[in-house]
């Protein structure tokens, strides 16, 4: 093995990387070593403001000391127990999220793909006993350009080539409608459909917005049709959009409500689905389970991480800082940028046809220290920390408004 104090250089980490890893990604070249709340440092000890925050995964700020602490401290007890035996943070982690979202039931699982798989299990399951579709004809409605994760059911129901080509056959049952069109939700819906699964801002398909009164009347036709309406709020929950959930800017409530990411403010891979009581309320011993889900050390971040994104008053931040970040790039004059958007801080720049890939403009901003990554060809994603403040946003403009208005 070779070892020096320094570590490797940045090629050596690329070239191993790149020899005994799978390519399933494209990273930036930047190695990072350190974060502390809206900063990251590479390993020659450059700095950088971290503006995708871990796809939203760190809302509270890298190496949050106080969910670091309840880490150490859980850590030093009890990590995992199996739900084969109970623990003593589970309930009170219950507790927490119940009180803080109005929810009424909770299943505790790790990554958001596994949320969102065991959410459309309950909603299927519910359409059989609850609402009487015959056996293995629930069928499940989802959107044009969705992101819910990578398990294979769900890129089944992707329609991004890259994410589906090459890994069928796909699981049947479900409907693909355009999104941010609930004349469509309408017209698909049969006596069969269970559920309709939907993220209120598109994330990974360049921050899109539905068009206003989409999620209400989305909701009205679940309602009126019966179907449950499951909201994906792992990326846009939990602050990132300027409210707890997203759902609150459209005053409705999802049927059962997706969290991860943040859930954990990054220590630790958890995520839950939350729902009204008869959805999850059709699952019984046996019939769904994960190892790691509801661990006491899951469940001891979790709470933390949740306590501190209300108390440090992350949420209200988010809705502010937010507001400024898009208005000061809104004001960069420039031939590049085609639209500014986005709710809270979860930012998009969408780039003009003649401005190149967007690509480009995030190794430019790397060498300016901001790192933030392309979606699509086009989009760049500002999603910074929840923590950020003004003088940090001024200090980015000052960054941005060069590489941009070029
Ligand atoms: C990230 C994400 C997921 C998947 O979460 P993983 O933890 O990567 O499995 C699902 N839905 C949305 C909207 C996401 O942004």
Redesign the pocket.
Known sequence: MKTSPKGLTPSEYIGIESELGAHNYKPLDVILARGEGVWVWDTDGNKYLDCLSA???VNQGHCHPVIRQAMLDQAEKLTLTSRAFRNDQLALFYEDICALTGTHKVLPM???????ESALKAARKWGYEVKGVPEDQAEIIVCEN??????LA?VGFSTDPTARNNFGPFAPGFKVIPFGDSEALAAAITPNTVAFLV?PI???AGVIIPPAGYLSAVREICSDQNVTLIL?????GLGRTGKLLAEEHDGIEADVT?V??ALSGGFY?V?AVLSSTEVLGVLKPGEHGSTFGGNPLACAVARTALRVLVEEGMVENSAEMGAYFQDALSSINSDVISEVRGRGLLIAIELTEEAGDARNYCNALQERGILCKETHLKIIRFAPPLIITKDQIDWAMEQIRPVLAA
């Open positions: 796809y939203s995964a790790n990554s958001g793909a596994e949320a969102v969705n992101f819910h994760g990578r398990t769900i993220e598109q994330g990974e994906d709020e792992i990326q846009t997706l991860g990411k891979p995520s």
